[in-house]
């Protein structure tokens, strides 16, 4: 197939933004891509615009507050892998030969409309009877435990290293890293599960422009990185009694994604891997074939994942330390691996970062571990 | 706690009935590939078939993993204790536990009903639940 390129980048800080409406952090997202790129607005064919609960037509409203309008702008809703989903979308259009140059946007402003803990949708049978996301987490984290003998301060070392991650990441919700002591001594949010160890609510966007093969040169495509896989698959319906450690979701977009690049698991040496939380980042990990079931929380603990070890994952500092706006933080993933393949990630940078993998994932229903998952894959 | 002979699902949330004492939810079974399935569904998502037979599963299972939420959305009183019990139909089903001390992976539980977590108009929405064998 086709390669599509990443050709600019630009993210507004995670955090708190109580001042900016959800269009201004799209809009300052989608200018910062557009210098970095050095592409004119008019040079836009098409954008494709991730966004969970932000309502009618987000994708407008931020793209006209960054002086874009006209172009075909399509909404994306995919849960958690919103953003990710809008690039899929958007190197489908793209390979196909639709548009030589194009945009995806991942925004999200939650700190004024949540508090505490997200569920799946109010329609949900298990979210009528109290199912939430750190509920469905902490039960994950049990079977964990029961099945591969390791204990909560042991997952509780995936908090610890994003955290310190986060603290060298200017844009990232926490600037502060935290000791494994005061992650155990957070207060407990679904056992064993602790505050640190659940993403924050975050406001946010982050923006990518993506350009074809054919047109790379015409923008001296200089800084740009090669998206050499961008897959998206959907959770199975289960039947039977399923292994919850397993991520089968993860496995088939990741197999995806690995048959369409060529680039196999034993290639990627680094990954931003969707931590919303601590429990989250050993079940991907091990998902995508990194890493043998019930292996990660020991190789955490032995530095493996550290921005200088052998295989570096959430060096942005994760969703846990980063933040996690929804529909921002699938094309945030992709931003930080430009900058790691680029060279330009400053404090936490990778050496000899080649191959990047970007994972995705979100939403629950019942009767399914996940409902998307994307796994984005670019090499320098 | 409401007493067996007041309770006839649907009772707010979970599909059951109550036979011969006991709690017995509603599920669905394909005839074609023979796939318990839960809640009762109207087309098998293994095979598409859209005639599928009702039927009741037991009253007992085993705890196959549990949590204590802490914290929740405002329709819940927190905190309280969620399982997921595998029924010998071949078939996990969330439910809430009738205790504060969650069961260990492994324990074998009964259906009864209950109270919570959630609340309706202040007041504990009664739905089945798990509980230790006595």
Known sequence: MEDVYVLGIGMTPFGKHPGRSAADLGAEAVNLALSDAGVSRAEIGAAWVGHVYQGMAMGQRALYAAGLSGIPIANVENACSSGSTAIWDASLALRAGAYDVVLALGVEHMTTMFRGALAPDPTDIEAQLGLTMPGIYAMRAQRYMAQYGVEPKDIAQIAVKNKRNAAMNPLSHFKKPVTLDEVMQGRLIADPLRLHECAPISDGAAAVVMVSKAKLNHFGGGRAIKLAASALRSGRTEVGLVDMTVEDLTWRTAKAAYEDSGVGPGDINFAEVHDCFSIAEALRVEGMGLVPHGEYVARVKKGEMDINGTLPVNASGGLLGKGHPLGATGVAQVVELVRQLRGDAGERQIENAKVGVAHCRGGKAQGVEGTACTVNILVA | ?134
């Open chain 2, 1 to 134: 706690m409401v007493s067996l002979d007041e309770a006839e699902g649907p009772v707010g949330i979970v599909d059951f009935t109550t036979q011969n004492g006991k709690v017995r939810l509603r599920a669905s079974r394909c005839p074609s590939c023979g796939a318990a399935l839960y809640p009762p569904r109207e087309i098998c998502p293994s095979d598409g078939t859209d005639s599928l037979e009702d039927i009741l599963l037991s009253s007992s299972g085993t705890v196959y993993t549990f949590t204590v939420a802490r914290q929740s959305t405002p329709e819940f009183k927190t905190p309280y204790v969620l399982v997921y019990v595998d029924f010998p139909e071949d078939v996990r089903v969330l439910l809430p536990f009738a205790g504060t001390e969650p069961p260990p992976i492994g324990a074998e539980v009964e259906i009864i009903m209950g109270a919570g977590p959630r609340l309706e108009d202040g007041m504990a929405v009664s739905t089945p639940h798990a509980s230790l064998r006595l």
